[in-house]
């Protein structure tokens, strides 16, 4: 079942049971492309207004940081740019 990522759900990979421990099995198609072995640590999220959760690598979850902090530095520049421009165009 082969599925394009597309949209905010990205792929599904079938589905699964929570056991009696609360534990549940992530599928092997999943793990293999996501690259998740025995030991790798997840992050949960609630999404979809309680009603499902997100798994998130906690490695990804800190390159995210840094591809967001960097955006965000850019962002600044670019404010403080259009700002002096501002003020030197209400300056003439």
């Known amino acids: 079942m082969e599925q394009e990522h597309k949209g905010p759900m990205g792929k599904c990979f079938g589905s699964t049971t929570v056991g009696p421990r609360g534990q549940l099995v992530i599928p092997v198609e999943a793990r293999k492309e ?3 072995d025995v030991g790798t640590k997840l992050l949960v999220f609630s999404h979809f207004r309680g009603r499902g ?3 998130v690598k906690v490695d990804a979850v800190g390159e995210l940081l840094n591809i967001m902090s960097r955006r965000l530095d ?3 520049k670019l404010l403080r740019e259009a700002e002096a421009a501002h003020i030197e165009n209400e300056g003439n």
Do not use: G, P
């Open 34 to 36: 996501m690259d998740i």
């Open 53 to 55: 959760l997100v798994l």
């Open 74 to 76: 850019e962002f600044a």
